[in-house]
């Protein structure tokens, strides 16, 4: 065998070699890259490319106008109202929805009959459609027929009976009451999951030096759900910034604006004006706003828990 | 000093066991009708006719057991939209559960120099709020022909479940002794024998959390199913309550039998399996 025969061989066989290698690889990851590249990361990019064009999305009559959408974005009272509407919605979100599921996961803690039929019952609007409680609450709701003033008038304080989703003045917060119904379970199953990791010879060391079951609460079990309450906090924000589906369905972001949210103002300019390159441009605006408040409230989130 | 301290704080305690006592059940069975009363609602007013809603209360029991809206909207294509759920629920699951297995798989146990970079721009997917994809994927769906078809549905269920299904999918994986794979492979079993006869028997409860929280996602999405089809003999259940909302305008105690018969599956699932169906999606939205 020469010198050069090896030099032939070796490295051929080390190709075989890495290809064997590498053909796991390729097979294990393609599907999933096929599926996220055209479904999530294409549209993601195209996404953009439309919010430089002016189209109806019908023909083929775009035309490309470069930053002006943008610029009539920034300028764009009803897009700014709706952000603020987002931002409305954290806000309560969190203000409503974190202290009523902590006390009930305490109620939970605490209940040691019944408790658990209790959480299974409290955790059912989580498995309804939004459709379904969009519809159920349109009813209840309902000025005239619905059991919310139908109530109302059967003690006899009809002058409190509202039209509670055409009034714009308490139209997103009678969304908002939704919202809050419908996750408050899932915050409290994550502070009963906190609350029973809860080490139980904390608390009585505590009791033995004369601690009360209130200070005992205060001082050890709720600094002990600091980092559980953070992630609720951040999966409430983020989750507002995005949401779409109970506002679509009950108010469409009426009566004029009141209860409009980005991504319902995205979907009405598109299916509905149909300006799919200015709602291109909601779309991209609202994946930056999320984002950036995702990687804020995460880092915000993530150093908190490293201080514990 | 210390005896004021604890003679304070054991009055105290036992004032507030008291209150404890009185306060939990009232609390408890407080939100109980917070929670409950909006099914009792709708279940009442399914069973009633149409002019009984307008002359009686919201809260008043039912004159008779009236089923002729549940008979009506049976017949009135109910079964078609079921169908088409069943359908695109199940070909999504299995595409999901297949699909990121497999990646989980690579990303805990295949080296390789994209590992770490892919799987942190695979897991940063979990942040793009979907519907800014919807006029891309629109579009695209009209090019390709797949549009008013339950196929429309299959690619964008599957890629956003990927991301959270694939970060949980491996953090499972990574658990998984790696004695058993060096067995396996002593055994005589390639990557793709590891990966059948090991890893996917062994990830049970994550395939299943996968699963669950995936699979009661997709049977109430809704948003893309509206756009992406237009027929109802193409339309999810979820578009059900839609169509026949509009269908029978304000009829309301038939289209509160549509809700009824539309939450009936996942309720009857969740009652043979409530543990596991709040740990799935406590699970899989924590994650996400």
């Keep these: 065998m020469t010198p050069q025969d090896t030099q032939m061989t070796v490295p051929s066989v080390e190709k075989y070699k890495s290809l064997k290698a590498v053909m796991p690889i390729v097979v294990f990851l393609v599907p999933a890259v096929f599926f996220l590249v055209v479904f999530l990361l294409y549209p993601l990019i195209s996404s953009f490319q439309l919010s430089l064009l002016d189209w109806n999305g019908l023909g083929t009559g775009e035309r490309f106008v470069g930053m002006a959408n943008w610029l009539r974005l920034a300028q764009d009272r009803l897009f700014w109202k709706a952000l603020g509407n987002n931002l409305e919605l954290a806000f309560f979100s969190v203000l409503f929805q974190m202290p009523i599921a902590l006390l009930l996961a305490v109620v939970l803690d605490e209940a040691s009959k019944g408790s658990r039929i209790l959480k299974i019952l409290y955790f059912l609007p989580l498995l309804m459609s939004s459709v379904a409680l969009g519809v159920v609450f349109k ?80 001082r050890i079990k709720l600094p002990h759900l600091q980092g559980t309450v953070r992630t609720a906090v951040m999966l ?43 709602g291109s441009t909601v779309a991209s605006a609202m994946f930056l706003i999320v984002t950036l408040v995702a990687a804020v409230t995460m880092r915000l989130t993530r150093r908190y828990e490293t201080e514990i | 000093m210390s005896s004021t301290i604890t003679s304070g704080s054991s009055t105290a305690a036992s ?173 005589g079993c390639g990557t793709f024998g590891v990966f059948w006869k090991v890893f996917l028997p062994l990830s049970g409860p994550g395939l299943s959390t996968v699963a669950i929280y995936n699979g009661i996602g997709l049977w109430n999405e809704f948003i893309f199913a509206y756009v992406l089809t237009s027929t109802p003999a193409y339309r999810t259940l979820p578009l059900a309550i839609w169509d026949f909302q509009g269908q029978y305008a304000s009829n309301i105690p038939a289209i509160l039998t549509v809700v009824t018969l539309t939450s009936l599956p996942l309720i009857v699932a969740y009652a043979f399996g409530q543990e596991r169906i709040v740990k799935g999606m406590m699970a899989g939205a924590l994650k996400g």
């Design chain 1, 236 to 278: 409430a924000v983020v989750g507002s910034m995005r949401y779409f589906d109970l506002i679509f369905i009950m108010t469409d972001g009426g009566p004029d604006g009141a209860s409009e949210l980005m991504a319902t103002y995205m979907f009405r300019t598109v299916f509905s004006s149909f300006q799919l390159g200015y």
């Design chain 1, 139 to 218: 009813n209840i709701y309902d000025p005239n027929f619905g059991p919310i003033n139908g109530f109302l008038s059967a003690i006899h304080l009809d002058v409190l009976a509202r039209d509670w989703l055409g009034d714009p003045r308490l139209a997103l917060g009678s969304v908002i009451a939704v919202v809050c119904w419908q996750n408050i379970p899932f915050y409290m199953v994550l502070f009963l999951a906190g609350l029973s990791s809860f080490p139980r010879e904390l608390g009585e060391a505590a009791r033995l030096d004369g601690a009360s079951e209130t200070t005992i609460f205060w």
């Design chain 2, 15 to 187: 004032g507030r066991s008291l209150l404890v006592r009185v306060l939990i059940p009232v609390l408890g069975l407080f939100w109980l009708a917070v929670t409950t009363l909006p099914f009792i609602f709708v279940t009442m007013t399914s069973l009633k006719s149409q002019q009984e809603t307008f002359v009686t209360s919201g809260w008043s029991l039912p004159q008779s057991l009236n089923f002729e809206n549940y008979l009506a909207v049976l017949n009135g294509g109910f079964w078609t939209y079921l169908r088409n759920s069943v359908f695109v629920l199940v070909l999504s699951i299995v595409l999901i559960i297949v699909i990121s297995s497999m990646a989980a798989y690579a990303f805990a146990r295949l080296r390789f120099r994209l590992n770490k970079p892919l799987f942190g721009l695979i897991v940063a997917g979990m942040i793009v709020p979907i519907h800014i994809t919807l006029i891309p994927i629109y579009l695209l769906t009209r090019n390709i022909g797949l549009y008013d078809t339950p196929f429309a549905l299959i690619g964008p269920y599957v890629a956003t479940a990927l991301p959270v299904s694939i970060f949980i999918l491996t953090e499972f994986m990574r658990q998984i002794p790696k004695e058993l794979e060096e067995a396996a492979k002593l055994d």
